[in-house]
């Protein structure tokens, strides 16, 4: 096996404090290694990275048209979103149009992240329900396809058509057979792969341009996220603040314990990454700074800058310290 | 150089999914290394474990007694509280006290992690001040000790006479000639040395019986932290938790970036340990795990299993994982 390698240093005055290491894999639509750090064949979960994945089955199955959904309920299947009210007030008015409420969702309550969300809630004395849950989209576009189906309510189980068909999907498009499946923080199975697998599955996204089910389906995702990246994250996250930078040309998505993948179209390529300590600001660098590589994200852009350089500030707001992913820079 | 360890497990279902590594040392007082991970040579910043190391100067220098300075105001001293009520009131009374002021301090604002205090605070649309800054109370202390030299207000500039007297104990206490120096969260100096250092400096806290100015002041920060753990961090933060699991028997203090450090007056052992990528989650593992090696820490105490196996849960609380700390286990 291959070690992890130092992908991001995090620097203080002028000693390395702190350092994260991983495995990140270019791979392009034949499956081919492109460029690879540490691992490619590491194991792991894809956590959220994967909710693209995810919904393929959503549009695929005819679910999505039959009940007339727009790339703003796509963007949203796609999302890990911070319970802003342009989140939950789309994935409420989606449930009321399944004639479905709070109470169907599998994905517990959580409180949101966006700051005017959670500070209206702790202000109304109010506690979070499941649209809050950054997941809710995702979840709502499994009891679309539930009802499609005219599946059991319990879509969250294993052995449930809805996650059948996730499963299936996700393995075609990986390409590997996934070993085990974790449950995810919103009560979903998270099925393993390799990093070089979830590149792969989005490579097969990159390069999508229609003329069967599976390619329609999975362009109209691609364009889902890059039309609506508030959708996806919300303000001041890296998803959405890159993929604004990137001009809507490529799709990211984060994932849990340091996963973040990316999508590029014009190029045929796809990305995944995993920092094996699971931090996010150093998956938020990495995935930066090889999109920079590729030549899709200006690393000048501030909010590239803010990813893959910092400033470290502190309470006072003096500048202590930096990022720096020199792993990524070519020689 | 030696590699960092690996020295906390995450997984997921049963799959591996995140791994921190580090450096920790067990020091006895002679300076001896009883039992090392990774390099003890490791060049680290301390962050906010050394606190006990800034107030040495603070009592040494007379100026505790000078003002009255009792066991709460020198477990503030040597805190990184939350910015409850409980810490922020005695940190007003010790500037009143002191004829000063919020202004007067250079930690800068920090919103506090205690829940009520943070609700309470928005819920009447409040901004943070400086006492609610996790370093207030040894910000109080260095402000303290300037009015006692009669220095200049500026009492964390590098060649302020207090931050003179902090590196000096630093360095005779760490036997390690400090190369570099970074700037804290707080804006105070925040001085380098090795994980072997920091574990000799507690090592010396540790058997410190006083008879000289030094030991006498070691001795009462050690019988401060030990006494008032909930001054120390707050309610459910691991320093308050796990030193009440040790019925005051130890003492123990976290820094940022993934340090921890523990004081074993029955021992006479000190302990610091640096995780790389600078989790909080796994730097309260590995000490917990070092405790329990060490026989201080009953490992099935809710406390202490909370930091060693977990169990990590979901938004509807169903159990997704577990740490392990096997690094840690004697064979």
Chains 1, 2 share one sequence.
Not at 14 to 26: K, N, R
């Amino acid at each position: 096996m291959t070690h992890p390698a130092p992908l991001v240093d995090i620097w203080r005055g002028d000693l390395l404090e702190s350092q994260h290491t991983g495995h990140a894999v270019i791979c392009d639509d034949t499956g081919q290694i492109v460029d690879a750090w540490g691992d490619p064949d590491a194991v792991i979960f894809p956590r959220s990275s994967c909710k693209m994945v995810q919904a393929l089955p959503l549009i695929e199955s005819g679910a999505a048209d039959a009940f007339g959904l727009s790339d703003e309920h796509l963007a949203l299947a796609c999302a890990s979103h911070q319970g802003a009210a342009i989140h939950t007030d789309r994935v409420s008015r989606w449930l009321d149009d399944l004639d479905l409420g709070d109470a169907d969702l599998r994905c517990g309550p959580q409180a949101p992240a966006d700051r005017d969300a959670k500070h209206a809630m702790i202000r109304a004395h109010d506690t979070p329900c499941q649209i809050h849950n950054n997941c809710s989209g995702k979840h709502a576009g499994f009891l679309t396809l539930t009802k499609h189906l005219k599946a059991g309510p319990e879509y969250v189980d294993i052995d449930h058509p809805v996650q059948v068909a996730c499963k299936d999907t996700f393995e075609k498009l990986t390409a590997v057979n996934s070993l085990t499946f974790g449950i995810d923080g919103c009560s979903a199975p998270n099925f393993s792969t390799t990093v070089h697998g979830l590149a792969r599955a989005m490579a097969f996204f990159a390069a999508a341009r229609g003329g069967d089910t599976r390619s329609d389906a999975a362009q109209r995702l691609v364009q889902a996220m890059t039309r609506f990246p508030e959708l996806v994250a919300g303000e001041t996250r890296a998803c959405t603040e890159l993929m604004r930078a990137m001009g809507g040309k490529v799709a990211i998505k984060t994932g849990a314990e340091g996963v973040f993948i990316a999508i590029l179209p014009e190029k045929k390529i796809g990305v995944a990454l995993k920092i094996i300590d699971g931090a996010t600001r150093a998956s938020e660098a990495a995935i930066a700074a090889i999109l920079a590589r590729l030549g899709a994200l200006d690393a000048d852009h501030p909010a590239a800058r803010k990813r893959l350089f910092g400033p470290i500030t502190n309470w006072r707001g003096i500048e202590t310290g930096h990022i720096r992913t020199d792993a990524f820079t070519k020689s």
